[in-house]
């Protein structure tokens, strides 16, 4: 019999709707958060896609849903997530020894050991950038991308014509900006992502033929000859998927940018702290992460009969965690309303808490790879922006409905 036949009987509650995919689309990210407190529990189970799915927040979830053991992630992302942000076939849908082999890889040339020069490197891509933007109005989200993705094209080794800077970073942009879009936005970004493949497709096939020379150092170069345990190469899609996933995650970093500057403006206190003290700018870096949304909520699936707060998550269950809810839940992130960097002093790391790009441990379990690298680049952006003399307009209101969320407001800096 199963865990759930014999152990427990308390039911999880339920979601009204009979199923909760409109609703989801509807509300964005407030629609797990918004059932947990009408129903008054941290987990609830609903319909999503048609398909049985129990959603999950608060204290102990995310140290629940990274659990390696208990849940799986092959086959689980949304298809549209795979066309758009993802890509098929590549880290985020493997398990086990695969997974933990192929973050070997990534590790190897996007972990600790890298950031040094790294950091140089983003510095000096946003001491140029910003050196720009002097005596002009400028949309902030935008030319952080145009910064992101030149930096990121020489760290991974991908050439990068100038005349081909604008329409790739577009690209790359309409990608991670289309996963959560219906309609026009969604196809643009799935449109973007089979233009991003084929131009990686073509360095991975010219890096393999010797027909462009890449330092075996980097990126480009090591996806193109890495080896799966039984000796093959990876497909040419499949190496192109690793490759943009590179650069991808950290052009997210954009949407955290864009906040930046504006409560950089909006608490001129914070300015010399954020420019002359790593610490401190480390503080607010991470405010930031958990104030400004992103992700809304990942799913995972239930590897057999999952037994949390006296609930029973059933084998093969699709299992939703409320990311968001947890970035703003008063038990984990006391007046989680208030922007707030000093909250960080002297707080314990708790790899569970802070998760906007994955919780846990990064070698074994599915705590995003580039997640150091994105620190690196918001490091040299804020650090640059607080430097910058600038007035900005704007307001710190996000729209919520829309996913991944942009403020209602774009931020344009006046720079002098």
């Not at 059932?35 to 609830?44: E, S, V, Y």
């Not at 890509?87 to 890889?105: C, N, P, Q, W, Y």
Request: proline share 6%.
């Amino acid at each position: 019999m199963t865990l759930a036949a014999t152990a427990y009987d308390r039911a999880l509650p339920r979601d009204a709707w009979p199923d909760s995919t409109v609703p989801l689309a509807l509300e964005g990210y407030n629609f797990i958060g918004n059932r947990r407190r009408r129903l008054g529990a941290d987990a609830f189970t609903c319909r999503l896609l048609l398909r049985p799915a129990v959603s999950i927040g608060g204290p102990g979830a995310a140290k629940l849903f990274y659990d390696t053991n208990q849940f799986r992630r092959a086959d689980v992302a949304p298809r549209r997530v795979l066309k758009t942000l993802l890509g098929e076939g590549g880290i985020h849908g493997l398990d086990g020894a695969r997974h933990i082999r192929r973050k070997a890889m990534f590790l190897g040339f996007m972990g600790p050991h890298t950031l040094g020069p790294f950091r140089e490197l983003m510095q000096r891509h946003w001491r140029h950038g910003t050196a720009e933007w002097r005596g002009h109005t400028v949309s902030v989200f935008e030319r952080a991308g145009l910064i992101l993705f030149q930096a990121l094209a020489e760290f991974a080794g991908i050439p990068l014509p100038q005349n081909e800077i604008s329409t790739r970073t577009s690209d790359l942009a309409a990608m991670v900006d289309g996963f959560g879009g219906i309609g026009p936005r969604y196809w643009k970004g799935r449109l973007a992502r089979l233009r991003s493949e084929r131009w990686m497709r073509d360095i991975i096939r010219a890096v393999r033929s010797g027909a462009i020379e890449v330092n075996p150092e980097k990126a480009a170069a090591i996806i193109a000859h890495y080896r799966e345990r039984d000796g093959q190469p990876l497909d040419e899609a499949t190496a192109a998927v690793e490759l943009l996933n590179v650069v991808r995650p950290v052009m997210a970093a954009s949407y955290f940018i864009e906040y930046a500057a504006l409560m950089l403006d909006r608490m001129p206190n914070l300015r010399e702290e954020v420019a002359e003290d790593a610490a401190a700018r480390e503080r607010f870096i991470n405010e930031v992460r958990r104030v400004c949304p992103f992700t809304p909520f990942l799913g995972a699936e239930a590897s057999r009969d999952v037994e949390w707060n006296g609930y029973v998550i059933p084998a093969e269950t699709l299992t939703v965690l409320d990311v968001y809810g947890i970035h703003n839940d008063d038990r984990i992130w006391p007046r989680a309303h208030v922007f707030d960097p000093g909250r960080f002093i002297d707080r314990r790391e708790d790899p569970y808490s802070l998760i906007p790009q994955g919780g846990g441990e990064h070698r074994i379990g599915h705590r995003c790879a580039g997640e150091w690298l994105t620190m690196e680049a918001l490091h040299a952006a804020t650090q640059s922006l607080a430097r910058l003399n600038y007035s900005a307009t704007g307001a710190p209101e996000f729209d919520l409905t829309r996913i991944p969320s942009r403020m209602r407001t774009p931020v344009i800096l006046s720079v002098v």
